[in-house]
């Protein structure tokens, strides 16, 4: 419980800083160098509303709630993070209506108001309640019947089969085969003819059913105990807004409840995209989103999949030189992207696809990249994995399933010793274009990889499925080497022998001990992995168990190479260093603006590390920019700082001397410092050497051309200008700001050099 409390409020705390209840936000999968993904919320900007703290994220209903899960526990949310339904056991589906939330499990449904209240927990239920009555089908007899929201009957009877209520009235058939529209009290409203079998359990228009003599269909009046058509249709579907495609002979149309056509069956086929739209192949060979009445919102030539359902009034077609069009509802195209394939559209701009064989997030309106998954990772002490694709098609399995491998490996760079670089990536390939040892039948593997560096050794896993459906099964085995030397470490270095009998000992008993596999060592100890294969009931999952050192002492081998090397941090060799730091090779991006700042005292390391990658506080800011500036002590300490505080005097100096202009109400000396408020700190120092802030409008026409523009606060607009104008600061890739984003020692590093 307490776990979960803490989540709660981490993301609501995050939800008050980053969510803005305006715009659309829309779920987003990132998968990390330990090899595990976690999803977040990004808005339409690329700017993270809420937290990578969910194992999954769903997308966000018209009623303003979404799904989340925590491992094996799910919950629903609202835009701002809060939990509306707490955490709990992980139902088959969430389903949202306008009134309620549906937890969907193997044979019953639990149901929550909107504002997260339970309502009931219904044995069998189908869809939602209408009309204040909920249809279940038992899980026993598998017949239908109807109950309210305390769960008595809603009225006595049991039914072969059933629909839900719709205007008072549902469609049922009895035990006896006969049937029947009845009202909510269970009263016979009509009986149908006997030999008359509805094609649905529904009643469209509170009227009109489609009824099938086997071969054909035709619409039928209950009021009027009378067929509205004759038997002339191949298929009726069913009606969305009082229309239903119908196929005569050869040709679709749309026709009403009544049976009259809306539009002539015409087309080669139809179907239905929603929101009024259907989907219409022509006898040319061109595709249209046409209306009920054939006016057409967006044509097509000729197309390559897609006029797939509208999703917030969008949706797409391919084309053969491998080209996706995305078109509005309303009308005509919209936007355009080449080398794409798989969109998912998430907000009426935001499309999820893969181009360029890249997982990429995408404003359609602009086209800027709001996020894709990232290909390069920092394991510290200059040391980088970047990754790899490997993908290989392997034929079909007899059920014409296709198999083959499809997966990424990391490539490490930054190691000094060339050779023992390549030795070690070698080892990373051939060990994944390996895979684990697994029959022709199912010779397939699919997943990426995790890395760490633990102490001196370079610890890498897969993690990845192997195997298709039944048969499939995790494999997360891992690959251990000695970072100085290439050495690679196996169990037998680390341990005695006889060492899997202390170790059968301390793993829990719950599982097969040949089933734990694929150990994984670390500086803590070695955790043993439980893979589970994929079932009816359950998909492939792993469970894992840390044996610590301590727990491990009788079987340690502590005078080996392998535990030395795990307990010795990593120190590159001095002459690959820079400014004699640890953690920044000479292949960083900012090594030379991190020597020049070290070289003239202005930053400074701890324990012979710069951590390039850790934010940099306000106090850490004013104290460079005070030994920059040379600036005289100040007579006083600056309002609301602690005098003892090691920075007390370099900060006070800095607002004695009026570069803190803007920034003293809430200063925050220990507080990693955003880019907004670094660059309010740089404009005052460039007003002081004799530039002019730009006037608002002057601002606001400079930052036009930033996705995020809107998101920069109004008090920090001018600084920011101003430091573009004079190139201090650049925009991302993606065509933001990202002004309330903190700022690494490293990007500080560049920052400070313009100043010397």
């Given at each position: 419980?307490?776990?979960?409390?803490?989540?709660?409020?981490?993301?609501?705390?995050?939800?008050?800083?980053?969510?803005?209840a305006?715009?659309?936000?829309?779920?987003?999968?990132?998968?990390?160098?330990?090899?595990?993904?976690?999803?977040?919320?990004?808005?339409?900007?690329?700017?993270?509303?809420?937290?990578?703290?969910?194992?999954?994220?769903?997308?966000?209903?018209?009623?303003?709630?979404?799904?989340?899960?925590?491992?094996?526990?799910?919950?629903?949310?609202?835009?701002?993070?809060?939990?509306?339904?707490?955490?709990?056991?992980?139902?088959?589906?969430?389903?949202?209506?306008?009134?309620?939330?549906?937890?969907?499990?193997?044979?019953?449904?639990?149901?929550?108001?909107?504002?997260?209240?339970?309502?009931?927990?219904?044995?069998?239920?189908?869809?939602?309640?209408?009309?204040?009555?909920?249809?279940?089908?038992?899980?026993?007899?598998?017949?239908?019947?109807?109950?309210?929201?305390?769960?008595?009957?809603?009225?006595?009877?049991?039914?072969?089969?059933?629909?839900?209520?719709?205007?008072?009235?549902?469609?049922?058939?009895?035990?006896?085969?006969?049937?029947?529209?009845?009202?909510?009290?269970?009263?016979?409203?009509?009986?149908?003819?006997?030999?008359?079998?509805?094609?649905?359990?529904?009643?469209?228009?509170?009227?009109?059913?489609?009824?099938?003599?086997?071969?054909?269909?035709?619409?039928?009046?209950?009021?009027?105990?009378?067929?509205?058509?004759?038997?002339?249709?191949?298929?009726?579907?069913?009606?969305?807004?009082?229309v239903?495609?119908?196929?005569q002979?050869?040709?679709?149309?749309l026709?009403?409840?009544?049976?009259?056509?809306?539009?002539?069956?015409?087309?080669?086929?139809?179907?239905?995209?929603?929101?009024?739209?259907?989907?219409?192949?022509?006898?040319d060979?061109?595709?249209?989103a046409?209306?009920?009445?054939?006016?057409i919102?967006?044509?097509?030539?000729?197309?390559?999949?897609?006029?797939?359902?509208l999703?917030?009034?969008?949706?797409?077609?391919?084309?053969?030189?491998?080209?996706?069009?995305?078109?509005?509802a309303?009308?005509g195209?919209?936007?355009?992207?080449?080398?794409?394939?798989?969109?998912?559209?998430?907000s009426?701009?935001?499309?999820?696809?893969?181009?360029?064989?890249?997982?990429?997030?995408?404003?359609?309106?602009?086209?800027?990249?709001?996020?894709?998954?990232?290909?390069?990772?920092?394991?510290?002490?200059?040391?980088?994995?970047?990754?790899?694709?490997?993908?290989?098609?392997?034929?079909?399995?007899e059920?014409?399933t296709?198999?083959?491998?499809?997966?990424?490996?990391?490539?490490?760079?930054?190691?000094?010793d060339?050779?023992?670089?390549?030795?070690?990536?070698?080892?990373?390939?051939?060990f994944?274009?390996?895979?684990?040892?697994?029959?022709?039948?199912?010779?397939?593997?699919?997943?990426?990889?995790?890395?760490?560096?633990?102490?001196?050794?370079?610890?890498?896993?897969?993690?990845?499925?192997?195997?298709?459906?039944?048969?499939?099964?995790?494999?997360?085995?891992?690959?251990?080497?000695?970072?100085?030397?290439?050495?690679?470490?196996?169990?037998?270095?680390?341990?005695?022998?006889?060492?899997?009998d202390?170790?059968?000992?301390?793993?829990?008993?719950?599982?097969?001990?040949?089933?734990?596999?694929?150990?994984?060592?670390?500086?803590?100890?070695?955790?043993?992995?439980?893979?589970?294969?994929?079932?009816e009931?359950?998909?492939?999952?792993?469970?894992?168990?840390?044996?610590?050192?301590?727990?491990?002492?009788?079987?340690?081998?502590?005078?080996?190479?392998?535990?030395?090397?795990?307990?010795?941090?990593?120190?590159?060799?001095?002459?690959?260093?820079?400014?004699?730091?640890?953690?920044?090779?000479?292949?960083?991006?900012?090594?030379?603006?991190?020597?020049t700042?070290?070289?003239?005292?202005?930053?400074?390391?701890?324990?012979?590390?710069?951590?390039?990658?850790?934010?940099?506080?306000?106090?850490?800011?004013?104290?460079?920019?005070?030994?920059?500036?040379?600036?005289?002590?100040?007579?006083?300490?600056?309002?609301?700082?602690?005098?003892?505080?090691?920075?007390?005097?370099?900060?006070?100096?800095?607002?004695?001397?009026?570069?803190l202009?803007?920034?003293?109400?809430?200063?925050?000396?220990?507080?990693?410092?955003?880019?907004?408020?670094?660059?309010?700190?740089?404009?005052?120092?460039?007003?002081?050497?004799?530039?002019?802030?730009?006037?608002?409008?002057?601002?606001?026409?400079?930052?036009?051309?930033?996705?995020?523009?809107?998101?920069i606060?109004?008090?920090?607009?001018?600084?920011?200008?101003?430091?573009?104008?004079?190139?201090?600061?650049?925009?991302?890739?993606?065509?933001?700001?990202?002004?309330?984003?903190?700022?690494?020692?490293?990007?500080?590093?560049?920052?400070?050099?313009?100043?010397?």
């Amino acid at each position: 419980m307490l776990k979960k409390t803490i989540c709660a409020i981490v993301v609501a705390f995050s939800a008050l800083i980053f969510a803005s209840a305006a715009s659309p936000i829309f779920p987003v999968e990132r998968t990390d160098i330990d090899g595990v993904t976690r999803a977040g919320y990004l808005d339409e900007t690329g700017q993270t509303v809420l937290p990578f703290v969910y194992t999954q994220a769903g997308e966000f209903a018209e009623c303003g709630l979404a799904a989340v899960e925590d491992g094996a526990q799910t919950a629903v949310i609202n835009r701002e993070g809060y939990l509306v339904v707490p955490y709990t056991d992980s139902p088959v589906s969430v389903d949202f209506s306008d009134e309620m939330i549906a937890y969907r499990y193997r044979d019953h449904s639990v149901y929550y108001t909107l504002e997260g209240e339970q309502v009931g927990s219904y044995a069998g239920a189908v869809g939602f309640f209408e009309d204040g009555i909920l249809l279940c089908q038992s899980p026993a007899s598998g017949l239908y019947s109807y109950v309210k929201e305390d769960g008595s009957p809603a009225f006595a009877g049991e039914f072969r089969d059933a629909g839900a209520f719709s205007g008072g009235r549902a469609l049922v058939q009895t035990t006896d085969g006969i049937y029947l529209a009845i009202d909510t009290a269970g009263s016979t409203l009509y009986t149908l003819e006997s030999g008359i079998t509805p094609s649905y359990m529904t009643i469209f228009g509170e009227d009109t059913i489609v009824l099938s003599n086997g071969t054909n269909q035709a619409l039928y009046s209950l009021s009027q105990s009378a067929f509205l058509t004759d038997f002339l249709y191949k298929t009726i579907s069913e009606f969305n807004d009082g229309v239903a495609m119908a196929r005569q002979v050869n040709r679709w149309g749309l026709m009403d409840t009544s049976g009259s056509w809306l539009t002539e069956p015409t087309y080669y086929y139809l179907s239905y995209m929603g929101e009024g739209l259907y989907a219409a192949r022509s006898e040319d060979g061109s595709v249209s989103a046409v209306d009920a009445y054939g006016n057409i919102s967006y044509r097509t030539p000729s197309y390559v999949g897609g006029f797939n359902e509208l999703c917030y009034g969008l949706s797409w077609h391919g084309t053969a030189t491998g080209r996706l069009i995305f078109f509005r509802a309303s009308g005509g195209y919209f936007a355009s992207l080449e080398n794409a394939e798989n969109p998912t559209l998430l907000s009426e701009n935001v499309v999820r696809v893969t181009q360029d064989g890249k997982l990429r997030y995408i404003n359609l309106s602009n086209g800027n990249v709001l996020f894709e998954q990232p290909t390069s990772f920092d394991l510290g002490s200059g040391i980088t994995a970047n990754t790899v694709h490997y993908e290989k098609f392997m034929g079909y399995q007899e059920d014409g399933t296709a198999h083959g491998w499809d997966v990424d490996f990391p490539e490490i760079s930054g190691l000094p010793d060339a050779d023992v670089q390549k030795q070690i990536n070698d080892a990373i390939r051939n060990f994944f274009l390996k895979g684990p040892s697994v029959t022709a039948e199912y010779d397939a593997l699919e997943g990426g990889y995790g890395a760490s560096l633990e102490g001196s050794v370079l610890v890498v896993w897969a993690s990845c499925i192997s195997g298709k459906g039944a048969g499939a099964s995790v494999w997360n085995n891992s690959l251990a080497f000695d970072v100085n030397t290439g050495e690679q470490y196996q169990m037998s270095d680390l341990f005695v022998s006889g060492y899997m009998d202390t170790v059968r000992s301390l793993l829990p008993d719950t599982h097969e001990v040949y089933l734990y596999s694929f150990p994984r060592m670390s500086t803590e100890g070695v955790t043993w992995y439980y893979n589970e294969y994929e079932s009816e009931l359950q998909s492939a999952y792993t469970e894992s168990y840390l044996l610590t050192f301590d727990q491990l002492a009788d079987v340690i081998d502590e005078s080996s190479d392998c535990y030395i090397a795990l307990q010795t941090p990593y120190q590159r060799p001095a002459s690959d260093a820079v400014a004699g730091f640890a953690d920044v090779s000479r292949s960083h991006w900012a090594a030379s603006f991190i020597e020049t700042v070290a070289g003239e005292g202005l930053m400074q390391g701890a324990d012979g590390k710069f951590r390039p990658d850790e934010t940099i506080t306000a106090a850490e800011v004013c104290a460079t920019i005070a030994r920059v500036r040379t600036l005289p002590e100040a007579e006083t300490v600056m309002e609301g700082i602690d005098p003892a505080a090691w920075y007390a005097g370099e900060v006070s100096a800095t607002e004695a001397a009026g570069l803190l202009e803007g920034l003293t109400d809430g200063f925050q000396p220990e507080a990693a410092i955003t880019r907004a408020d670094t660059m309010q700190i740089f404009a005052n120092l460039l007003v002081e050497q004799g530039s002019t802030l730009p006037d608002a409008a002057a601002a606001d026409a400079a930052l036009l051309s930033y996705a995020d523009a809107a998101d920069i606060p109004a008090a920090r607009r001018q600084a920011i200008a101003l430091c573009l104008e004079n190139g201090l600061i650049e925009g991302y890739a993606d065509g933001t700001i990202k002004p309330q984003n903190t700022i690494t020692r490293s990007e500080y590093a560049k920052l400070l050099t313009s100043l010397i």
